[in-house]
């Protein structure tokens, strides 16, 4: 009898399931859905990004609704990975039937692209014993910030973890949170070395304790589902949460001499490192190349971009208001704007105008904003505008990791995904020029598929 892996992937904007046979290891269905889940638009002084977890898990119920019943029963082990860096706080598990589970008792999702920890916010709190910095958007940064802004509202719960944990704990029914080190680290306070919190930094600094998480290995089980859920029997082993990167990576990283760019909503680069790597005893905050826990005590070398395809949104977003502005009784959807943008940039090979694409800002640089320079009257057209955008992306990109660097690591291959780089000819055309390196497409790096490969090999 056939037996199946799920695998669960909870992004920024969207929701994928997979269904993984388990002896060929074949995709068997997949369902994803957008979760429209935006419910601040970073408008004001603290540039907040915050999600609505009733609309997320909303969109993964209709997700699993939309898989095989018969295969789901047959599914013997549960992956989740998810958007990392970011906190949802709770007070229990909550289902409210046999086969769903609702958010109700949790706070809204503070996501990674959250602002509000200004620099002068970050630089009062105390320095992390771990080789990663801490930034706005960080689990425990934000919990600081809410320590010191608004200390009432964590009075309120009593765990607190990723969004992608609270899906785990709530499937196991725990009554507090799992989590990897691939997670933990994307919080901040976390010494990937030993495995452990800050805990003597964190409680000098009046951390409520009692919020972190509870560590354990990356591939390693969270526990049993406690209820059937969409068909899937009681009793089936639901590993720990992971993050999406190291599962994106894990889906379609075949030799260790390549290379994985993945530009979605943001844009990464990343490469294995050496398997007797190991990271700075102490963070590096100007430092555009950061190392993620991956498995078996292994590490990621990252460039992670928090400019990707949020620039082409807010571009595309700022054309549309402009002709909503001059009423000029022109209706283009996103899909056809996009469409019509990359015909003119690919007729434009080239573009002297020069995008810095930071309107998001990064985080080893979170004064430095975008520019426009070079303007003349030659390079004012759509296609000339678009072409340098798309430029800027991959140029920012690799003055975070040089195709120097790419080398020195071994690199002899780039494998392209992503939504916004497979679905844009211009950027694949830029990536080829920036790097100059063979670039592979076609091998896309999915989380949810990933997150399955990874327990089918621990199953």
Same mark, same amino acid.
């Given at each position: 009898?056939? #037996?199946?892996?799920?695998?669960?992937?909870?992004?920024?904007?969207?929701?994928?399931?997979?269904?993984?046979?388990?002896?060929?290891?074949?995709?068997?269905?997949?369902?994803?859905?957008?979760?429209?889940?935006?419910?601040?638009?970073?408008?004001?002084?603290?540039?907040?990004?915050?999600?609505?977890?009733?609309?997320?898990?909303?969109?993964?119920?209709?997700?699993?609704?939309?898989?095989?019943?018969?295969?789901?029963?047959?599914?013997?082990?549960?992956?989740?990975?998810?958007?990392?860096?970011?906190?949802?706080?709770?007070?229990?598990?909550?289902?409210?039937?046999?086969?769903?589970?609702?958010?109700?008792?949790?706070?809204?999702?503070?996501?990674?692209?959250?602002?509000?920890?200004?620099?002068?916010?970050?630089? #009062?709190?105390?320095?992390?014993?771990?080789?990663?910095?801490?930034?706005?958007?960080?689990?425990?940064?934000?919990?600081?910030?809410?320590?010191?802004?608004?200390?009432?509202?964590?009075?309120?719960?009593?765990?607190?973890?990723?969004?992608?944990?609270?899906?785990?704990?709530?499937?196991?029914?725990?009554?507090?949170?799992?989590?990897?080190?691939?997670?933990?680290?994307?919080?901040?306070?976390?010494?990937?070395? #030993?495995?452990?919190?800050?805990?003597?930094?964190?409680?000098a600094a009046g951390f409520p304790l009692h919020l972190l998480p509870r560590c354990v290995p990356s591939g390693g089980l969270?526990?049993?589902?406690?209820?059937?859920?969409?068909?899937?029997?009681?009793?089936?082993?639901?590993?720990?949460?992971?993050?999406d990167l190291q599962c994106a990576v894990y889906s379609c990283l075949s030799v260790q001499t390549d290379a994985v760019i993945?530009?979605?909503?943001?844009?990464?680069?990343?490469?294995?490192?050496?398997?007797?790597?190991?990271?700075?005893?102490?963070?590096?905050?100007?430092?555009?190349?950061?190392?993620?826990?991956?498995?078996?005590?292994?590490?990621?070398?990252?460039?992670?971009?928090?400019?990707?395809?949020?620039?082409?949104?807010?571009?595309?977003?700022?054309?549309?208001?402009?002709?909503?502005?001059?009423?000029?009784?022109?209706?283009?959807?996103?899909?056809?704007?996009?469409?019509?943008?990359?015909?003119?940039?690919?007729?434009?090979?080239?573009?002297?105008?020069?995008?810095?694409?930071?309107?998001?800002?990064?985080?080893?640089?979170?004064?430095?904003?975008?520019?426009?320079?070079?303007?003349?009257?030659?390079?004012?057209?759509?296609?000339?505008?678009?072409?340098?955008?798309?430029?800027?992306?991959?140029?920012?990109?690799?003055?975070?990791?040089?195709?120097?660097?790419?080398?020195?690591?071994?690199?002899?291959?780039?494998?392209?995904?992503?939504?916004?780089?497979?679905?844009?000819?211009?950027?694949?055309?830029?990536?080829?020029?920036?790097?100059?390196?063979?670039?592979?497409?076609?091998?896309?790096?999915?989380?949810?598929?990933?997150?399955?490969?990874?327990?089918?090999?621990?199953?």
């Amino acid at each position: 009898m056939r #037996s199946f892996i799920l695998g669960v992937d909870i992004g920024t904007t969207s929701v994928k399931v997979v269904l993984l046979e388990k002896s060929s290891k074949a995709i068997v269905e997949s369902q994803v859905l957008p979760t429209k889940s935006d419910i601040t638009d970073g408008a004001g002084e603290t540039y907040m990004r915050e999600q609505d977890p009733i609309r997320i898990i909303g969109a993964l119920n209709r997700c699993m609704s939309q898989l095989s019943f018969d295969k789901l029963q047959h599914v013997c082990g549960i992956g989740v990975s998810g958007q990392m860096h970011g906190v949802l706080f709770w007070k229990g598990c909550n289902r409210s039937s046999e086969d769903y589970f609702n958010s109700e008792g949790c706070s809204q999702l503070i996501t990674w692209q959250d602002g509000r920890c200004s620099s002068s916010f970050l630089s #009062s709190l105390p320095n992390p014993q771990s080789h990663l910095s801490v930034a706005t958007g960080f689990g425990c940064a934000t919990i600081f910030w809410y320590m010191e802004h608004r200390p009432e509202f964590v009075k309120d719960f009593e765990v607190a973890g990723t969004i992608q944990d609270y899906v785990v704990s709530v499937l196991c029914g725990l009554k507090d949170c799992v989590m990897t080190p691939q997670n933990a680290a994307s919080w901040g306070f976390f010494n990937c070395s #030993s495995h452990q919190w800050n805990t003597d930094i964190l409680k000098a600094a009046g951390f409520p304790l009692h919020l972190l998480p509870r560590c354990v290995p990356s591939g390693g089980l969270a526990g049993h589902t406690c209820f059937n859920w969409h068909g899937i029997p009681v009793g089936t082993p639901v590993a720990a949460a992971l993050g999406d990167l190291q599962c994106a990576v894990y889906s379609c990283l075949s030799v260790q001499t390549d290379a994985v760019i993945n530009i979605s909503t943001s844009a990464q680069l990343t490469f294995t490192m050496p398997g007797d790597f190991k990271p700075a005893d102490s963070p590096e905050p100007a430092s555009t190349i950061s190392y993620f826990p991956f498995f078996n005590s292994s590490y990621l070398a990252v460039a992670a971009s928090m400019n990707g395809g949020n620039v082409l949104a807010a571009f595309v977003s700022m054309l549309s208001s402009w002709i909503l502005e001059l009423d000029a009784g022109v209706e283009l959807d996103d899909c056809s704007m996009y469409e019509k943008l990359n015909c003119l940039a690919e007729s434009q090979n080239n573009s002297d105008l020069r995008v810095t694409p930071t309107i998001l800002a990064e985080r080893h640089a979170p004064l430095s904003l975008g520019q426009v320079t070079n303007i003349s009257t030659s390079n004012l057209s759509l296609g000339h505008v678009f072409r340098a955008i798309c430029h800027g992306i991959l140029g920012n990109l690799s003055s975070m990791m040089p195709a120097t660097r790419l080398r020195q690591g071994g690199v002899s291959r780039i494998v392209g995904s992503g939504s916004a780089l497979m679905r844009n000819a211009v950027l694949r055309q830029e990536l080829e020029k920036v790097y100059a390196l063979p670039v592979v497409y076609g091998q896309d790096a999915d989380a949810a598929v990933g997150v399955a490969m990874v327990l089918c090999d621990r199953l």
